[in-house]
């Protein structure tokens, strides 16, 4: 028998996990694990709870990328080097429909029963670690001005209602971005910084992967709202890389500088300020995927 350290937040995406956990545990002891579950009684507590993971043969994630991100920055910090199980119960759940992995518990669970693994590179934004995103200016921050509530009944729709309330308010803000190679000066409505494909649904760096070596920098410029909406089409047929209006680097380090004071998001969950350090970390991470 192997031993899984289950971690789930009750309060991602619809809240249902909890109801259903009896379904994970039935399916992974099926898989010869022995579940210790935990449920997060809020942020900090998954900094504490991952002490005890320590002998355990995986630890077990069920929540969206917020507590994916949470989890992975706590094992780091714990120097816990096990492979890790996704359970996707969040709202939009970028980082697990990147790796293939089905919202469905008992589809979820048979990844983990299978044991394949592979190793996905981590990014570093100033201190912290980043599984799928890192980003600022419109729209980016979206997930964390989102009430709990709304998310939890209208699920990835609360994203697109609470980012069109955002758009009368947009303008765009002067930063500065340094590589090994460039240094841009531009105004920009937003960045991203990916290191998964996909952020928000929306398959933003199309050819990229989590264990590329690279991370991929989408910046939308400034421009008229007419080349902004027509920008948006593109996005959605993921042909937007090519068009003027898009700033995109493939790098490793990334320095993006701003005088104003902007939020920043970080796999959904509230960013540091600026200068913002971007990097790809030399530490990597074990999943389990289908
Ligand atoms: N008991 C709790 N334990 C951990 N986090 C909690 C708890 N209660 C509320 N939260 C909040 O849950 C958020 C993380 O949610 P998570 O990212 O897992 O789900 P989501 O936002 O629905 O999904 P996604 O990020 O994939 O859209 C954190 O920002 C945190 O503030």
Redesign the pocket.
């Known amino acids: 028998m192997k031993k899984a350290f289950l971690i789930y ?5 619809d809240r249902n996990f909890r109801l259903k956990i009896d379904q994970a545990i039935y399916k992974l002891q099926q898989g010869n694990y022995v579940v210790t579950p935990y ?5 900090k ?2 900094y504490e709870c991952i002490k005890f993971a320590k002998g355990y043969d995986t630890v077990i994630i069920s ?6 991100n949470h989890t992975i920055n706590a094992m780091v910090m714990e120097e816990i080097d096990l492979p890790i199980g996704i359970i996707p119960s ?5 980082f697990a429909s990147h790796l293939g992995i089905d919202k469905r518990i008992s589809i979820a669970c048979d990844v983990i029963n299978k044991g394949k693994c592979a190793s996905f590179d981590l990014g570093k934004i100033n201190d912290r670690y980043f599984i799928n995103v890192a980003a600022a200016g419109l729209l980016a921050d979206v ?1 964390q001005k989102i009430d ?1 509530n709304l ?1 939890n009944t209208l699920g990835k729709i609360a994203y697109y209602i609470k980012g069109i309330e955002q758009l009368p308010n947009f303008k765009a803000i002067p930063i500065r971005i340094k590589t090994e190679k460039y240094v841009i000066e531009e105004k920009v409505f937003l960045f991203i910084v990916l290191n998964g494909s996909s952020a928000g649904g929306f398959k933003l760096a199309p050819d990229a992967t989590a264990n590329d070596g690279y991370l991929n920098l989408i910046g939308v410029k400034n421009c008229n709202i007419v080349e902004l909406f027509n920008l948006f089409i593109k996005m959605l047929k993921g042909e937007h890389l090519d068009s003027n209006n898009i700033i995109y680097l493939r790098e490793k380090q990334i320095i993006i500088e701003s005088l104003e004071r902007v939020e920043t998001d970080v ?3 509230k960013g540091p300020d600026f200068p913002l350090n971007i990097r790809l970390s030399n530490k990597k991470v074990k999943i389990f995927i289908p």
């Open positions: 937040n009750p309060y991602s995406g449920r997060t009684m809020s942020i507590d998954i929540g969206g990328d917020g507590t994916i969040g709202t939009a759940n970028d997930s709990i998310k796999d959904g969950e």
